[in-house]
């Protein structure tokens, strides 16, 4: 997989050396920002897997971009700066960014941050996912003990006799549980249901 690159720099010299660097590495470079602001609108529009941004850059730093970008895109941050302060670092930890360089930067030092960056970001899609995958499940249970419980009271049963009921109606019909609860729970008078 080719990872989608954008340099956010106000130093053209500086654009083109991580250019020249990303480049011989096979990443791919898609664009070259020379401001906070331009890192904002285009991160939107080209949705980058990773960009690199210097901290100091006129309009809008690296730093209030990153925030900007990190609610509106899924883009792994990286930061260039020629300061190493605390402060810019605890400021770089809040904005949602992955990693921080000191400039000048090798590319001893950029590749294996870039991989790392990369890396994590991945990973955090993947908990993205298994979170939402986790809130699905937990809905439809939710709306099944609803379902289960409507059936229960409608048809005088037990509650394992309406969740087998639930259950035999999803096989036959081929349908999530979840969607057999919402049909019941839409059903105005369930115990006139046949196929129940």
């Known amino acids: 997989m080719t990872y989608r690159i954008m340099i956010v720099d106000d130093d053209p010299i500086t654009r083109m050396d991580l250019r020249e660097m990303l480049k011989e590495e096979g990443y791919q470079v898609i664009k070259e920002c020379k401001n906070g602001e331009e890192a ?21 730093n690296g730093i209030k971009a990153a925030k900007i970008i990190r609610q509106k895109s899924n883009a792994a941050i990286l930061l260039l700066t020629a300061y190493s302060q605390r402060e810019l670092i605890e400021d770089a930890k809040e904005s949602g960014v992955i990693a921080y360089l000191v400039k000048p930067v090798t590319e001893a030092d950029l590749i294996p941050a870039i991989e790392i960056a ?9 908990l993205s996912r298994d979170l939402q995958t986790l809130k699905q499940k937990l809905t439809e249970r939710r709306q099944v003990e609803k379902a289960k419980g409507k059936l229960m009271n409608a048809m005088m ?40």
């Open 157 to 196: 049963l037990s509650e394992e006799a309406a969740y087998r009921k639930i259950r035999e109606y999803s096989m036959k019909n081929r349908m999530s549980l979840g969607m057999v609860a919402e049909l019941i729970l839409m059903s105005e008078d369930v115990s006139l249901k046949q196929d129940w």
């Open 118 to 126: 990369l890396s994590q970001k991945k990973q955090f899609e993947c």
């Open 40 to 60: 904002v609108k285009h991160s939107v529009a080209l949705e980058p897997d990773l960009i690199i941004m210097d901290v100091k850059m006129p309009i809008l």
